[in-house]
């Protein structure tokens, strides 16, 4: 296959919806807190195989002379790391040594702490599939290589939004691409196209998630000899590091002294600002999970459907779909919605009655209950045991299964009853408000601290 129709076939396949550059929030000229995330390069092996100063470790060293530094951690940045295992790690948090202290610190407190983070990660999915033969002539399978990219761009995304998720208010700067075999001449083409290629799928991706991308192909090329003076080692030398460190430096150090905007929250039309909804309201939309209407209602008294409540939880959650629903009376929905009912079903958190879901149906306090139950058992793995049910007097004829589900809404102050009456009201239909203070409680107890 030709060189420019593999990239451009490659170009089309991740092709992505462009989102204009990253909006920072500013740090108001406060030292910072930095986190380096990624592989080698965030480590700082350099092109002797050995740790030495990289990237991280000279852009630090910028912001301590700047007197703009809080503290510094490139602890959880690990050599031969690929995307799968950032983001295992991001899920399921771990606990290293800072590299600024030694302490064992957890990623995910350090991350949640972060003003600035960078990352450098993607490189080792692909240059597995890069092989040279015993001429030293670069040989791939470009099936194999579109695979391997394809799943880069997936775990970005993921990456980056579960930072967004923990840490709404740091700004990430995400690591571009280069050439790692400069002196393998036959190749050059082809690998400055593949890393062309990769740098416009992952700064798509970082544009879609408000975040900033930074070249440093153009950079590293420009003197190839002092950066990678090494023509059997993918790594750069320290001068290398300083050179990339320098090409960050300017958008962190704009982000550090910029002073945020102020925020702007909602104002709904409906709800008064005393009333017990509108703090609920105004968070659940500034987590993106819930939206006002066009005219500026929020029409908190309104009810919700099953379709509206699975949206929002897939939402929320962040749930893919791998397999479509066996639900038939879903094909007049938008794909994007019928996407998310799957993702939901597959995840356990919605069943329905097949072969129908019955999407517009009022969605009761109880069923809603036992999505959000499902839901927890889909984050965290395990069921929640209560020592004891809920007080509620009207639940006493439900099944287990539901007491457990709404005994767990309870002791997590979820949900807490309708007013001071004693009872959880299981057949009355979820208002939009309700819906507001169950997926911001859920969404603050359960998920963020996951």
Known sequence: ???????????????????????????????????????????????????????????????????LLASYNKGFAFPRYTTDDVLKELKSDVVKPSSETAEQVS????????????????????????????????QFDVQQV???????????????????????????????????FPYVEDATKQLNLLVMMMDTAIQQVAEVNDMYFVKVADVVASNVKAYLP???????????????????????????????????????TDIPQDNW?????????????????????FKPNDSLTRVQITSILARGLQLEATIAAPFKDMTTYAIETQAEVAAAYEAGIVKGVEPLFKPSEKIT???????????????????YEPTQVAPFTDIETYNDEYKQAITFLYDFDIATGVGNTG?????????????????????ETVVLED
């Open 1 to 67: 296959m030709r060189v420019v129709k593999w990239v451009a076939i490659l170009l089309l396949t991740f092709q992505l919806v462009v989102s204009p550059a990253a909006a920072m929030t500013g740090n108001k000229g406060e030292p910072a807190h930095y986190v380096a995330l990624g592989d080698s390069l965030a480590a700082g092996i350099i092109e002797t195989g050995e740790i030495g100063q990289g990237y991280a470790d000279y852009l630090a060293q910028m912001l301590e002379e700047e007197n």
């Open 107 to 138: 990623l995910l407190d350090e991350v949640k702490k972060a003003d600035v983070i960078t990352i450098s990660i993607g490189a080792n999915d692909v240059l597995k599939n890069l092989t040279r033969n015993e001429a030293g002539e670069m």
């Open 146 to 180: 579109t695979q391997a990219i394809e799943r880069v761009v997936a775990n970005y995304d993921a990456i980056l939004k579960r930072i967004g998720q923990l840490n709404p208010t740091a700004d990430v700067f995400v690591m571009g691409y280069y050439n790692p």
């Open 230 to 268: 090494n023509p059997q080692n993918i790594h750069l030398s320290e001068a290398g590091y300083e050179a990339v460190a320098e090409q960050f430096a300017e958008p962190v150090l704009e982000y550090i002294r910029l002073m945020p905007l102020p925020e702007v929250l909602p104002d709904f």
């Open 277 to 297: 909804a509108y703090p609920y309201a105004v968070d659940v939309a500034k987590y993106g999970l819930m939206k006002g209407y066009s005219d500026g209602a």
């Open 365 to 383: 306090r109880a069923e809603v209950a036992m999505m959000m139950h499902r839901a927890y058992i889909h984050i965290t793995g395990e069921q």
């Open 423 to 443: 009872k959880f009201n299981p057949t009355g239909y979820l208002t939009r408000a309700q819906a507001a203070k169950i997926m911001v409680n859920f969404y």
